[in-house]
């Protein structure tokens, strides 16, 4: 239970990531 948290943690990161990267490529 614990190292599914742990993964959709760093899954959850990693979509932000793409977003903000997605946003800022828009943006410009």
């Known amino acids: 239970m614990?190292?599914?948290e742990?993964?959709?943690r760093k899954i959850l990161k990693?979509?932000?990531l793409v977003l903000?990267?997605?946003i800022v490529?828009?943006?410009n």
Do not use: G, P
């Open 14 to 16: 990693f979509m932000i």
């Open 6 to 8: 742990k993964t959709s």
């Open 25 to 27: 490529l828009s943006i």
């Open 20 to 22: 903000f990267s997605y």
């Open 2 to 4: 614990a190292l599914l």
